[in-house]
Structures are given as C-alpha cells and as structure tokens.
T-cell receptor
Framework: DTGVSQDPRHKITKRGQNVTFRCDPI?????LYWYRQTLGQGPEFLTY????????KSRLLSDRFSAERPKGSFSTLEIQRTEQGDSAMYLC???????????FGPGTRLTVT | AQSVTQLDSQVPVFEEAPVELRCNYS??????LFWYVQYPNQGLQLLLK??????LVKGINGFEAEFNKSQTSFHLRKPSVHISDTAEYFC??????????????FGAGTQVVVTP
C-alpha cells in the first residue's frame, strides 16, 4: 500500500499560466476528493468523484477550475489563467466504497507570482 | 448546512502535560466526526473517528476524544504530550446518509506547540 500520491509537490507559476496537478489514489478506492487549504485555515472541499463520475463541485470551484478522473483511477485538477488568490495547498484524498474514512496525500503547494 | 468551530487557534503545552483541543459543530442532520493531524509540509493523517457506539473513542498516538451530542462537541485529549505531538490538529464532520455523505467540513485548526 503506497498511499495517496500527488504530483508535483510544489509548483511555482506566473499569474495567467495554466497548471495541472495529478493525484493517484490508493488502489481500488472508489472515491476521490479534492480540497484546498490556505495558510492558517482548514481544508475546504472542492469536488469529488465516485469512480469516474464527478458527483459534486463546490462553489469555490470557479470556471477556471476543472477536474477529471477519466478511468476511475488517477485524477487531474487543472487551473486555467491562474490568479494570486489560487496560491494554496491542494490536497487529494481517497476512500473505499461506502467508507467515510479518507486517506490524504501529501498535497501540492501552488504559488502564483 | 454544517459548521465546525475549533475554539483555540493555538495551544502551548509543556512536554508530559495533558492537552485538550476543543471542537464544536452544528448540523441539521446526523454527523460522523473526525480528528486529523497535520505535520509541517505533510498531508493529513487520521487520528480517530466517531461513527457510532461508545461516545469515548481512542485513536493513534495515545489520543482520545469524547462525543457529546447534547453539547454538539467532540473534544480531543491526550494525558501526556511529547515534543513530537507538535502539529496542527483539525476537527472535521461529515453528513450521514445525505447525497453529500463522505464530504468533510473542517474546522480552522488548532496549532499545538509542545515545549520541554
């Protein structure tokens, strides 16, 4: 069991650029969640998938954000035309079907300059 | 709608002393409750969870928490802390049985600083 992995761990980009993050969940975990954590705050829910279906998106997820999980395994989160306010830690978590227990990855820290 | 309030943003504590981190929640439906710990530059690790049954739940690293439904609280305790317990602690809730089950709502976190 290698746990949830995320890539990259750190990303520095200039305002206006597009970025994409990847999350690999624990094998056979059906649910995959994305959260965003800003400095001094708890994680905030962004979106989640049940297999390849995206079931809910937070109002925090503006039109510039898109997430996919094309084959029900890994997921990507893309941010287009990044803004300084997008600077945060992006956390991915997965859970087995019918379980409330989530396993978190190490996160991707995004800095928009 | 849910909300989670962690009443202390920072808790300084001496090594081997007890610590209590307070968490209150509000929700219109039944909830499950969780405590996570986050070490610097790392993801979140589950300390313990309350799903049902005994209101006193024990977790990893000597932590325990008590669910109090009437006071809508889920306070975390450890009788004797170590330097290695220095970290940020998050309380979280999840709706039970709704369309959004599984989605976590987190508190703002409590930074625990253990000094010798």
């Amino acid at each position: 069991d290698t746990g949830v992995s995320q890539d990259p761990r750190h990303k520095i980009t200039k305002r206006g650029q597009n970025v994409t993050f990847r999350c690999d969940p624990i094998s056979e975990h059906n649910r995959l969640y994305w959260y965003r954590q800003t400095l001094g705050q708890g994680p905030e829910f962004l979106t989640y998938f049940q297999n390849e279906a995206q079931l809910e998106k937070s109002r925090l997820l503006s039109d510039r954000f898109s997430a996919e999980r094309p084959k029900g395994s890994f997921s990507t989160l893309e941010i287009q035309r990044t803004e300084q306010g997008d600077s945060a830690m992006y956390l991915c978590a997965s859970s087995p079907s019918q379980s409330y227990e989530q396993y978190f990855g190490p996160g991707t820290r995004l800095t928009v300059t | 709608a849910q909300s989670v309030t962690q009443l202390d943003s920072q808790v300084p504590v001496f090594e081997e002393a007890p610590v209590e981190l307070r968490c209150n929640y509000s929700s219109s439906v039944s909830v499950y409750l969780f405590w996570y710990v986050q070490y610097p530059n790392q993801g979140l690790q589950l300390l313990l969870k309350y799903l049902s049954g005994s209101t006193l739940v024990k977790g990893i690293n000597g932590f325990e928490a008590e669910f109090n439904k009437s006071q809508t609280s889920f306070h975390l305790r450890k009788p004797s802390v170590h330097i290695s317990d220095t970290a940020e602690y998050f309380c979280a809730v999840s709706d039970v049985g709704t369309d959004s089950w599984g989605k976590l709502q987190f508190g703002a976190g409590t930074q625990v600083v253990v000094t010798p």
